[in-house]
């Protein structure tokens, strides 16, 4: 009776794990993460030295505001350890990206039993409302959702209401990274340097561009959460 009252379900690392590891493309990304992280070491003054903090986006981006890291002066077991917390928040964050690439990759319960490794099929969304369900379904994307609102909403007030922005774009950018780096690149081009007319327009462009890189960020999550939560299947009696 002790062992029928534990919980059956594969514990939530357990199954990031699995996502991450479990097919081509999500190991293919963390190929491609490892190749980043060797070029940083062997090339740590080039342009492409910080191409592992864009690969594990948004997440690890949110290091920006913890300033402890590389860099970080103080006797040696500080800049270690300071070292060592910036490299395993990268791997945790590269995982978290590989388990929501696995995610999307599998289309079948992890696990399930039957003749293959993964026998039942999960149902496919159909449409873009389909797609973004799982954006507003579980209160991880909602939690998400909140902060990308909270911080594009900064944002406009600091660029419209406020009299000096300042960096107000700063966390927008980090939060809804990667595909916020686009909406920064629209925002530039709809503002010439040479028409200041046009000015108005940059934010706007900006924060809505923004607003669709949280959407989707928020919609991979839930796809993740919506894995995470499928049931672990019992073993037949």
């Known amino acids: ?19 991450a590891t479990d097919n081509w493309p999500a190991r293919g990304y963390l190929a491609v993460f490892a190749a980043s992280v060797a070029v940083m070491f062997l090339f740590p003054d080039s342009g492409i030295a910080a191409s592992p903090m864009l690969l594990t986006a948004p997440l690890s981006l949110l290091s920006i505001a913890v300033p402890f890291g590389p860099g970080t002066q103080g006797s ?41 490794p993964r026998s039942l099929p999960l149902p496919r969304p159909q449409g873009i409302r ?37 960096f107000a774009a700063i966390w927008p950018l980090i939060v809804t990274a990667p595909l916020s780096i686009l909406a920064l690149l629209g925002s530039v081009a709809v503002s010439p340097d040479w028409d200041s007319s046009y000015a108005w327009l940059s934010p706007l462009v900006f924060s809505t561009g923004a607003a669709l890189s949280g959407l989707v960020n928020a919609a991979l999550l839930g796809h993740l959460a919506k894995m995470l939560r499928t049931p672990e299947p019992r073993p037949a009696a």
């Open 1 to 19: 009776m002790a062992n029928a009252s534990r919980p059956r379900r594969l514990p939530r690392l357990r199954r990031i794990l699995a996502l």
């Open 76 to 116: 040696w077991p500080i800049e270690a350890l300071a070292v060592g917390y910036w490299a395993v928040w990268l791997l945790l964050c590269a995982l978290v990206n590989a388990a929501v690439i696995g995610a999307l990759a599998t289309r079948t319960a992890p696990g399930a039993a039957g003749p293959g």
């Open 130 to 166: 389909g797609l973004l369900t799982p954006a507003f379904d579980n209160w991880l994307a909602r939690g998400y959702l909140a902060v990308v609102a909270a911080a594009v909403g900064s944002f406009l007030y600091f660029s419209y209401l406020a009299p000096d922005p300042g």
